[in-house]
């Protein structure tokens, strides 16, 4: 079974230009959440998707934004890029069948801001 | 306040001897889940061990248990026997609202220990 698969792996912007993440959960899976991880923040959660709608949403501005699509893959897109997004994008997909339902993350997608 | 503490920022170890990583929480939430998820340089997060909060024992997963304190609200994880390839950043995480309906599926991590086997 493939696990959680996320393009780009490495992506470089400048300041203004806007950016879409990527993010194929493992088959099956309808629950997808994303994560920023950076040196100074740890990693915070975004957002989280289940059957195409945002059911959580964390303390981001409205620069970051997201989608579902009828297969569970999920898109991430930050606008008006700043210094600060530079960070890795984690997406995690889960089962959702219990409390105890383990996310599977992916390797990420590191995101440098020029 | 925050909810996940991980109060060793390194911890080293030598090869083939155990090691605890500690981590405490907070919650009013009587209703929780306790992960530990493993991160190598590669980036991703690996999933180690969860621990639900009306859990009776500790749970156990390999050579990972889990030292649940309920009381002293802390989840400490327990490496047996390491190997080289555990080294990595290691995270605890807490997921409220577990018997909520499934509404929240946000974890909250702490911020992370950096664990470094040597041979």
């Known amino acids: 079974k493939a696990g959680v698969t996320q393009t780009p792996r490495y992506l470089i912007k400048t300041r203004g230009q806007q950016v879409t993440l990527s993010c194929s959960p493992i088959?099956?899976?309808?629950?997808v959440s994303w994560y920023q991880q950076t040196p100074g923040q740890g990693l915070q959660f975004l957002f989280e998707?289940?059957?195409?709608?945002?059911?959580n949403k964390g303390n981001f501005p409205g620069r970051f934004s997201g989608r579902q699509f009828s297969n569970s893959r999920s898109e991430m897109n930050v606008s008006t890029l700043e210094l600060g997004d530079s960070a890795l994008y984690l997406c995690?997909?889960?089962?959702?069948?219990?409390?105890?339902?383990?996310?599977?993350f992916g390797s990420g997608t590191q995101l440098s801001v020029l | 306040a925050q909810k996940i503490t991980q109060t060793q920022p390194g911890m080293f170890v030598q090869e083939k001897e155990a090691v605890t990583l500690d981590c405490t929480y907070d919650?009013?939430?009587?209703?929780?889940?306790l992960f530990w998820y493993k991160q190598p340089s590669s980036g991703e997060m690996i999933f180690l061990i969860y621990?639900?909060?009306?859990?009776?024992q500790n749970a156990t997963e390999g050579r990972y248990s889990l030292n649940f304190q309920k009381a002293r609200k802390s989840a400490n994880l327990v490496i047996s026997a390491s190997q080289l390839g555990d080294s990595a950043m290691y995270f605890c995480?807490?997921?409220?609202?577990?018997?909520?309906?499934?509404?929240?599926?946000?974890?909250?991590f702490g911020k992370g220990t950096l664990l470094t086997v040597n041979p």
């Open positions: 995480a807490m997921r409220e609202g577990v018997n909520s309906g499934g509404s929240n599926y946000k974890l909250t």
């Open positions: 919650t009013s939430d009587p209703s929780y889940g």
């Open positions: 998707y289940f059957s195409e709608t945002q059911r």
């Open positions: 995690a997909s889960s089962s959702f069948r219990g409390p105890n339902e383990k996310l599977f």
């Open positions: 088959s099956g899976h309808r629950s």
């Open positions: 621990q639900g909060s009306y859990d009776q």
